[in-house]
């Protein structure tokens, strides 16, 4: 069964379309590449999903009892196992790659604001716990010589990588990465993409919005493909490298 399964998904501006019936699925443990040109619908479909638009028509279902998102906040959607990037950073810039990581937890935490304010035993050893697990995925993002940085000071490839890490804190079932090798170089790309693949192996499916066919072809199980807001094509990288209609909408004939 799909970890995740979106049925007929619409979205409307006014008189325009943003999305129209859109429909796929993503398993456990896969990696699912969302291509297509500007305007195709791509980041909008992000943001049903994650909450931060409210569907016209459809549903989207999560897991194997198929609890339904649609219409739920983006902090349950979060709660329930979804965490994302964004195609323009967001990120506390001012604050250092551990606090950062840190706040992603938030989703995870059980001690009340009572405990908070009295620093209870209980919110001491939550924080132990928080900032010990931050340091472990800034590790694990290859970012742990940068834990007391400001991120600010870093690399625009680092902050990309930090983004993720906070992602990652909230332990999602499924992170979907908007555009996630956008202004790096070809070697922070390859570095990044065997990331992803370590992504996977924590059992964590991922979702990618990536433009850059270089990177998606080889790192996705399957590709679907948004054009005006409608699924053209799904399926093996290498079947849509060959479909004409996708050659035509987006990929061109070189």
Not at 48 to 66: A, S
Not at 91 to 98: A, D, E, S
Not at 114 to 140: G, N, T, Y
Request: glycine share 10%; aromatic share 6%; proline share 4%.
């Amino acid at each position: 069964m799909a970890l995740l399964e979106v049925k007929g998904v619409s979205k409307h501006f006014g008189g325009v379309s943003a999305l129209s019936r859109v429909s796929l699925c993503v398993e456990e443990r896969e990696i699912v590449g969302l291509i297509g040109p500007n305007g195709a619908g791509k980041t909008s479909f992000f943001n049903c999903l994650t909450g931060l638009l409210k569907v016209d028509e459809g549903k989207i279902l999560l897991g194997r009892d198929q609890r339904v998102l649609s219409g739920m906040s983006s902090d349950r959607i979060l709660e329930a196992g979804i965490a994302r990037t964004f195609q323009n950073l967001r990120i506390f810039r001012n604050m250092t790659l551990l606090e950062n990581v840190a706040i992603g937890f938030h989703a995870r935490t059980r001690s009340g604001l009572w405990d908070a304010f009295v620093r209870s035993p209980r919110a001491r050893k939550e924080e132990k716990m928080i900032f010990d697990q931050s340091r472990e995925l800034l590790r694990f993002m290859g970012l742990e010589s940068f834990g007391n940085e400001i991120a600010a000071n870093l690399p625009y490839g680092h902050q990309k990588r930090l983004e993720i890490a906070r992602a990652l804190a909230s332990s999602p079932r499924l992170l979907c990465l908007d555009e996630p090798v956008a202004g790096m170089n070809p070697s922070e790309k390859e570095a990044l993409a065997g990331v992803i693949r370590k992504i996977r192996e924590k059992n964590i499916a991922v979702l990618l919005i990536e433009h850059d066919m270089k990177v998606v072809m080889p790192l996705s199980d399957r590709l679907v493909v948004l054009d005006e807001g409608e699924v053209i094509a799904e399926g093996r990288p290498q079947d849509i490298k060959n479909n004409p209609r996708v050659i035509q909408a987006y990929l061109g004939e070189g």
